[in-house]
């Protein structure tokens, strides 16, 4: 490369060559191209290398990172939770998923398309980053054999600093036609809903969250899986332990999903 710009300014390289005989501006201009290649350079690494918090147990996470990797990027994860870098960054909470991103000086929120953050490093709106809230089914690790095709619809969120937001880009869904008569996203009887049964797997107190390595979810046609949970109960967790047995009812509120009755049981 150097060699290159060097020859395309016009430089004098043989051995026999004086460099003190060039013109200064040639010179100058060589090691201005120079500069300006080795910026970029660095801006596009810095662009294409995407940090992640993310809960250790969440296997959707682990998902939409291989998912961002199968696309060009570079990830660095911090199994550590996305609570805090959320509130850290500025993410609005109502916004929140279960994952927390930094790229190219944007903070990405949720299963957002490797597409649509290309987009967004592309065309650099004026903006705090990308948002989908909750969990849709059908979206980047969110998308597995184990749906059976189902994909919801949902909107990938362009967030203004200020928490102001709009669709960046609208993404249809395509639903299985099969039992969703019986299906119950939301629920003001809890008791109206099926027990489903899980393990423990990390419990954050502070954030009411629950990681749940749990079996088939009916009411939500949701397959066994890894997945975070938030508690509508937080004084529930209590009496929860890491490893512990359980069942639990949960239902889906604006792409979140929510136990709302958690309690251990001797086997599952």
Known sequence: MIGLIIAKSGINTMPNSKPSALPRRQWLAAAALLAITGFQRTALAQATTVQVWKDPNCGCCHLWVEHLQANGFKVEVRDVGNTAARKRLGMPEQLGSCHTATVGGYVIEGHVPAADIHRLLK????????????????????????????????????????????????????????????LQSVSDDPNALPWATG??????????????????????????????????????????????????????DKGAYWVLQIEAVGSV
């Open 199 to 252: 393990e423990v797997r990390r419990i954050d107190k502070a954030a009411n969250k629950v990681a749940l390595h749990h079996g088939e979810i009916k009411n939500l046609d949701m397959p066994p899986m890894s997945m975070v949970f938030q508690v509508k109960a937080p004084a529930q967790m209590d009496a929860l332990q890491i490893g512990q047995k359980v069942r639990f009812r949960a239902v889906q």
């Open 123 to 182: 065309e650099r709106p004026v903006a705090l980053g990308l948002s989908v809230p909750g969990m849709p089914i059908g979206s980047p690790g969110m998308d597995g054999p184990e749906y059976k095709g189902r994909k919801d619809a949902y909107d990938v969120l362009l967030v203004q600093k200020n928490g102001s937001h709009k669709s960046f880009q609208h993404h249809p869904g395509v639903r299985r036609m099969v039992r969703q008569g019986s």
